[in-house]
């Protein structure tokens, strides 16, 4: 027994139809009575369970179970009930009485038809994208200096947080039956928490940033910049033989520009203390990022490209950021 996906409906002789309570139906088809009386032999209870699962991703037209390509000739109506222990489908005679009206069945075609329109419009529309994005971010040294020894602004790995906020577009640019060109574009709002290992405080000084020994115990301190940016990534999404969606990946750029910077220390006491300044941070950063879709989970990595601080005015380090978005 196989399954295949016609275009538009059959005009069989004889059929058997399936009616469910969300008005889905399920035809049959067969060359003649015999081929129906056959089906006893077959388990109508997994054909019922593996064709639902089909009916959700039709892209367009009746889905039919065919036996060496023959129709059925008389329509016989099917009475599907789940219970707890299953699916039972019981054959309700052939009387007048239990068949579907052609109106019926007309107007059951056209809400299916307008469903699967509205899906594949969906799929390969504009679609538009929101979420929220976690992570964590590091440094990565790109070259040292002896004003800016890498022990004054080491990182606490887990307490170094990235947090953002997206929304943009995602039109298909290339649409094919198993896989699809997409690109994502957009707007996010982002804070990157640098929080240091030690008790080692961001101060700003005419010639520089730096990063001296507190002379106390601190509960954390950090630096934390608030960036505001447009992220443009190409993403190939491809699907399986019923047209579900797989996976996807991306690999593109973003741009930033600084909206806000300060440090904050929490004392050991609790007390906390909180500093707005640039500290000498470069406003534009810029740099490249990569996506790998898993269901409704966008995992990411974000590299800058450009430095941190401004040359001469602070470490030479590029930012780090990975996680995932929902």
Same mark, same amino acid.
């Given at each position: 027994?196989?399954?295949?996906?016609?275009?538009?409906?059959?005009?069989?002789?004889?059929?058997?139809?399936?009616?469910?309570? &969300?008005?889905?139906?399920?035809?049959?088809?067969?060359?003649?009575?015999?081929?129906?009386?056959?089906?006893?032999?077959? =388990?109508?209870?997994?054909?019922?369970?593996?064709?639902?699962?089909?009916?959700?991703?039709?892209?367009?037209?009746?889905?039919?179970?065919?036996?060496?390509?023959?129709?059925?000739? *008389?329509?016989?109506?099917?009475?599907?009930? #789940?219970?707890?222990?299953?699916?039972?489908?019981?054959?309700?005679?052939?009387?007048?009485?239990?068949?579907?009206?052609?109106?019926?069945? =007309?107007?059951?075609?056209?809400?299916?038809?307008?469903?699967?329109?509205?899906?594949?419009?969906?799929?390969?529309?504009?679609?538009?994208?929101?979420?929220?994005?976690?992570?964590?971010? &590091?440094?990565?040294?790109?070259?040292?200096?002896?004003?800016?020894?890498? =022990?004054?602004?080491?990182?606490?790995?887990?307490?170094?947080?990235?947090?953002?906020?997206?929304?943009?577009?995602?039109?298909?640019?290339?649409?094919?039956?198993?896989?699809?060109?997409?690109?994502?574009?957009?707007?996010?709002?982002?804070? &990157?928490?640098?929080?240091?290992?030690?008790?080692?405080?961001?101060? *700003?000084?005419?010639?520089?940033?730096?990063?001296? =020994?507190?002379?106390?115990?601190?509960?954390?301190?950090?630096?934390?910049?608030?960036?505001?940016?447009?992220?443009?990534?190409?993403?190939?999404?491809?699907?399986?033989?019923?047209?579900? #969606?797989?996976? !996807?990946?991306?690999?593109?750029?973003?741009?930033?520009?600084?909206?806000?910077?300060?440090? *904050?220390?929490?004392?050991?006491?609790?007390?906390?203390?909180?500093? !707005?300044?640039?500290?000498?941070?470069?406003?534009?950063?810029?740099?490249?990022?990569? !996506?790998?879709?898993?269901?409704?989970?966008?995992?990411?990595?974000?590299?800058?490209?450009?430095?941190?601080?401004?040359?001469?005015?602070?470490?030479?380090?590029?930012?780090?950021?990975?996680?995932?978005?929902?």
């Amino acid at each position: 027994m196989t399954l295949a996906t016609q275009a538009k409906p059959l005009s069989p002789t004889d059929s058997l139809v399936i009616r469910f309570a &969300n008005r889905t139906r399920l035809v049959i088809y067969g060359p003649d009575k015999a081929s129906i009386q056959a089906l006893s032999n077959y =388990d109508l209870n997994k054909i019922v369970r593996e064709m639902g699962m089909k009916l959700d991703s039709v892209p367009g037209g009746p889905t039919a179970i065919s036996q060496d390509g023959g129709r059925f000739l *008389k329509d016989t109506v099917l009475v599907v009930t #789940k219970k707890q222990d299953g699916v039972t489908v019981v054959i309700s005679g052939t009387n007048d009485s239990a068949k579907t009206p052609d109106s019926q069945k =007309d107007k059951d075609d056209q809400q299916y038809k307008q469903a699967s329109e509205r899906a594949k419009r969906r799929r390969e529309g504009n679609n538009f994208d929101y979420g929220v994005s976690i992570g964590l971010n &590091n440094f990565i040294q790109q070259s040292t200096s002896v004003a800016y020894p890498e =022990d004054s602004y080491d990182l606490r790995p887990l307490g170094s947080r990235y947090f953002a906020l997206s929304a943009g577009a995602m039109p298909t640019i290339i649409r094919g039956k198993y896989a699809s060109l997409k690109l994502y574009y957009g707007v996010e709002v982002a804070w &990157n928490n640098f929080m240091f290992e030690g008790n080692n405080v961001a101060e *700003k000084t005419p010639t520089g940033v730096a990063f001296p =020994d507190a002379g106390r115990d601190l509960q954390k301190s950090k630096l934390t910049v608030c960036t505001i940016g447009v992220p443009v990534v190409p993403r190939v999404t491809f699907y399986n033989s019923d047209g579900r #969606k797989i996976c !996807h990946i991306g690999l593109g750029g973003y741009v930033n520009y600084r909206l806000d910077s300060y440090r *904050k220390i929490k004392e050991a006491d609790g007390s906390k203390d909180r500093r !707005h300044s640039d500290y000498y941070l470069n406003n534009i950063r810029y740099g490249l990022m990569a !996506h790998l879709g898993i269901r409704s989970f966008d995992f990411f990595v974000k590299y800058d490209l450009s430095p941190l601080f401004e040359v001469g005015k602070g470490p030479d380090v590029r930012t780090l950021t990975f996680g995932v978005g929902f």
